[in-house]
């Protein structure tokens, strides 16, 4: 990925994600040299970038850390889309994080999932710092096709904290 086509992906996500849940221009560019992490990005009729997932894959489950489309495009099914396209290829568990089911908002963003075939699961999750001195944020994950074992949780909660979350600073799982 080139710097200008990184740009863009990362204009995305300062205009689609709040600090406290992307990391800084610096800390999400070195995360491309991370063998587990690659950009997925979908372009328009001029070549443009409109959307993207940023995705860890582990030999265990795949991690979609973010999904953004670009403001001027939202609306138009493309993030279903790339989503859909995603998970169809993948024959391991895919599993992301969402905000608890307590606004308007995040109820929307749940549904958008399990349209897509996602299930909430109810283990109690925090997604650690992503930039220095933001807070633990109180998460759920969802995983794709079925819901997580208790096991499966903890392994997966596991790596993220040590794979994903190693680059922001790091955690022990609770």
Do not use: C
């Not at 300062?14 to 992490?37: C, M, N, V």
């Not at 443009?48 to 099914?77: C, K, L, Y």
């Not at 499966?152 to 609770?174: D, H, M, N, S």
């Amino acid at each position: 990925m080139n710097i200008r086509e990184f740009d863009k992906v990362y204009a995305i996500m300062k205009a689609s994600f709040p600090d406290s849940e992307r990391r800084t221009y610096a800390g999400q560019k070195e995360l491309l040299a991370d063998p587990h992490y690659r950009l997925i990005t979908e372009t328009d009729d001029n070549n443009n970038i409109i959307a993207f997932m940023a995705v860890w894959e582990f030999p265990q489950f795949r991690f979609v850390e973010h999904i953004a489309v670009d403001p001027n495009t939202r609306g138009s099914g493309i993030g279903g889309k790339l989503m859909s396209t995603y998970i169809g290829e993948s024959a391991k568990h895919v599993i992301l994080e969402v905000e608890p089911p307590d606004t308007d908002l995040a109820q929307r963003r749940i549904s958008f999932y399990e349209r897509l075939g996602f299930q909430l699961n109810s283990f109690e999750y925090v997604q650690p710092p992503l930039q220095t001195g933001q807070p633990d944020l109180p998460l759920k994950i969802m995983s794709y096709p079925q819901s997580l074992t208790e096991a499966e949780f903890v392994l997966y909660r596991e790596i993220l904290y040590t794979k994903v979350y190693k680059a922001a600073g790091g955690r022990q799982a609770p």
